[in-house]
């Protein structure tokens, strides 16, 4: 049994330690926050420290995870490395890249092996987009599209999200997830030139244009919007032969012979949360699926690596600095 020690009880740690659940093998064992409601209300039997790093150093766990806000995902990263084997961390790796090298740098001198929560890596949708790709199955790019917009999110720990030197704006934040599915897609553009809004809350809305020899993706992310605006997350790739569309809750594939579904197989999974922007489990089961899969077999994380994390937050950071 996989003993997992979850830092961080809001949103995203809601989400995982639902998703735990639903993994045969695996248990939560301690989770660790500030606010003891929040704490009481996932730990299910799991033991509970009112500090993060007093979970740490004395939780009985074989895995740490950490869902805490990105400006400290670097110094309890790099402490749970000293005393695991294995570590989650969610994304943006971290705030800048010094502290990602750093940590890579730690990962490295203890042996321990890490993943990112670049979750739109292991989506369904985007799963299914790359296996297309990859196997020419509509023939070449032409061009892509990648959006994802979202309300506010006034609902983190003391609006620490809406604060950019705590989260990096919307930007690092939620655009990081196209961002670096493109990248782990295409690689690293010929060139790319990006925009981004100077009034209103910093870093909050950003639109890139990425140049891949004889084809252009656009990745464009903001978190402008309403409350009452759904959250979206759309992609749209014309191929020579097709144009394939994810957007309003259907995956499509137009041809010149007409409209066809793509079939996507959804688990029935149980304890789902719906706070925040996300409806299901979704992606996030799946990325911990495979994170705890590694560790059963005690292999190397070959997916969402630091390294890949810390590239596409550089990325990133570069987009900001040249809109």
């Known amino acids: ?6 830092i961080g009880c809001g949103f995203m740690g809601n989400m995982h330690a639902n998703c735990y659940k639903n993994i045969e ?16 209300a996932l730990a299910d039997g799991a033991k509970i420290y009112a500090d993060g790093m007093d979970l740490i150093q004395n939780a009985d766990v074989d895995v740490i995870d950490i869902c805490l806000p990105t400006y400290l995902h ?14 989650f961390v969610e994304k943006p790796v971290a705030l800048t890249v010094a502290e990602a090298e750093a940590m890579m740098q730690k990962a490295k001198a203890t042996g321990c092996r890490v993943q990112v929560g670049q979750v739109i890596r292991f989506w369904d949708e985007y799963v299914a987009l790359r296996q297309i790709v990859e196997e020419n199955r509509y023939g070449k790019v032409v061009n892509a599209n990648f959006r994802r917009i979202s309300p506010r999110p006034d609902w983190g720990w003391e609006d620490w999200l809406l604060d950019a030197t705590r989260s ?8 990081i997830h196209d961002t670096d599915f493109v990248l782990s ?10 925009v981004k809004n100077t009034l209103g809350e910093k870093n909050s809305y950003i639109n890139t244009l990425m140049q891949y020899g004889d084809f252009a993706v656009s990745v464009e992310g903001t978190w402008d919007l309403p409350g009452n605006h759904p959250f ?4 749209r790739v ?4 097709a144009t394939v569309e994810n957007a309003g809750g259907k995956f499509l594939a137009y041809t010149a012979d007409g409209v066809e579904e793509i079939k996507i197989e959804k688990r029935e999974l149980s304890g789902g949360y719906t706070g925040g922007n996300i409806s299901d489990l979704g992606g996030y089961y799946n990325e911990l699926v495979y994170f705890t899969d590694r560790i059963e077999r005690g292999e190397e994380i070959e997916k969402a690596t630091l390294a890949d994390a810390g590239a596409s937050l550089a990325f990133v950071l570069g987009e900001i600095a040249n809109a």
């Open 1 to 6: 049994m996989i003993k997992v020690g979850l």
């Open 25 to 40: 093998g695996v248990t939560l064992a301690a989770v660790a926050d500030l606010r003891r409601e929040q704490a009481e």
């Open 74 to 87: 670097a110094e309890y990263a790099m402490a749970a490395m000293d005393k695991v084997g294995y570590v």
């Open 168 to 175: 990096g704006g919307a930007a690092q934040d939620l655009h």
């Open 185 to 194: 897609l295409f690689g690293a553009p010929q060139h790319f030139f990006s």
């Open 232 to 235: 979206e997350a759309t992609f």
């Open 238 to 241: 014309v191929f020579e032969k």
